[in-house]
């Protein structure tokens, strides 16, 4: 495929040659009216507003872009639909680096989450026969940078129109975590022998660790929907973000072996046999995928809710939203190098309202 030319603008950062200092909402996803209790239907109190600065453009005409991630101070962007990984040049435009073969796209499904770690590009994409991670090579030096042979990572994680999950990361302690969704069949969750409706974690090379919470299973917590959004705190703590369906998107802690309640329980329920979110949203006003975490805050990237979330983990039931309705559909947001926020719009997946210039990365820094 002819790699397309678009517009690069730094905002006052080099992107190359110096390093730089983490579901789409389905037709089920539409809310229906509110079955919760009269107290959790309240909407969470707001805190002093994060010191974000205003967004400057890094990179437009992006089609339907899914992950953001570094490779030596070098951003890399996954397409869904094309397939392609793109690198952005310190010379004002993106680059094809490779299409990765075996994409099978449709609906939610495509080239999803990317990952970087010593000199492999790990993807989570959707094939024929299902999702599937699998690795690459990184080759090159910025600007001409190429992909190795594929290496199957793992296979077999069940796929569909809609909730593939996608997002893919390396925690602190060196292993590699996956979100799975349901797949579309909501029973997959609470079957701990299907890969589904899962957060999995595993080796870099794919295999169980010896400390996962279920003796030879990927499985690290089940029981949930379509879960897109993974960080880790400076402590060590992980935390996720997920789709509801019509009722209550979720915030978690992720605990090894928990059972997040899906499909028998949404949101906060108060039953003991599962683990409550530390705070839910109306669909309409969030549809969570992406996450980072700087500073002692969570970024979560809102699709539906079309704005940026900021949750201090310090009183993580509260809440600072930013940019609403100003850009669009939110896919992801990421801590760049240099400290400064990199959010992914995502208007072009067929779902948003595509501006001249979508889809665009921002960078927000810090006041």
Request: charged share 20%; aromatic share 8%.
């Amino acid at each position: 495929m002819a790699s397309r030319r678009q517009t690069l603008r730094y905002a006052g950062v080099a992107l190359a040659g110096i390093p730089l200092a983490a579901c789409t909402a389905a037709p089920d996803e539409e809310p229906d009216p509110d079955t919760g209790s009269a107290s959790a239907n309240e909407p969470a109190p707001t805190t002093a507003a994060t010191a974000l600065g205003a967004p400057e453009v890094v990179a437009s005409g992006l089609e339907a872009p899914w992950s953001i991630a570094f490779h030596e101070g070098t951003p890399l962007v996954s397409e869904r639909d094309s397939g392609r990984v793109l690198e952005l040049d310190a010379q004002g435009a993106t680059r094809e680096v490779a299409v990765v073969d075996g994409v099978a796209g449709g609906g939610e499904g495509g080239l999803l989450g990317l990952a970087v770690r010593e000199g492999f590009l790990y993807a989570y994409f959707t094939a024929s026969d299902g999702n599937r991670i699998e690795r690459f090579a990184l080759e090159g030096t910025a600007g001409a940078l190429a992909l190795g042979a594929p290496q199957e990572i793992l296979s077999g994680i069940p796929s569909a129109g809609n909730h593939n999950g996608g997002r893919i990361a390396f925690g602190p302690d060196g292993m590699l975590y996956a979100t799975a969704g349901d797949a579309g069949d909501p029973g997959n969750a609470q079957d701990r022998e299907s890969l589904a409706g899962k957060i999995l974690r595993m080796t870099p090379d794919g295999a169980v660790p010896d400390d996962n919470p279920f003796p030879g299973s990927l499985v690290y917590t089940w029981g949930h929907r379509n879960p897109q959004g993974i960080a880790w705190d400076e402590d060590g703590t992980m935390w996720a973000a997920e789709f509801g369906q019509d009722t209550w998107d979720e915030l978690n802690t992720i605990e090894a072996g928990a059972n997040y309640g899906w499909p028998e329980v949404e949101g906060i329920a108060g039953n003991g046999e599962y683990a409550d979110p530390v705070q839910q949203w109306s669909p309409d006003d969030a549809s969570p995928s992406g996450m980072a975490i700087a500073g002692g805050t969570a970024y979560i990237a809102n699709l539906r809710g079309r704005r940026l979330r900021a949750v201090p983990l310090d009183d993580p039931g509260t809440s600072v939203e930013h940019y609403v309705e100003e850009y669009g559909r939110l896919r992801d947001v990421v801590t760049a190098p240099d400290g400064a926020l990199w959010v992914l719009t995502n208007n072009t997946d067929g779902r948003g309202d595509p501006g001249p210039d979508d889809d665009r990365i921002l960078r927000i820094a810090f006041e």
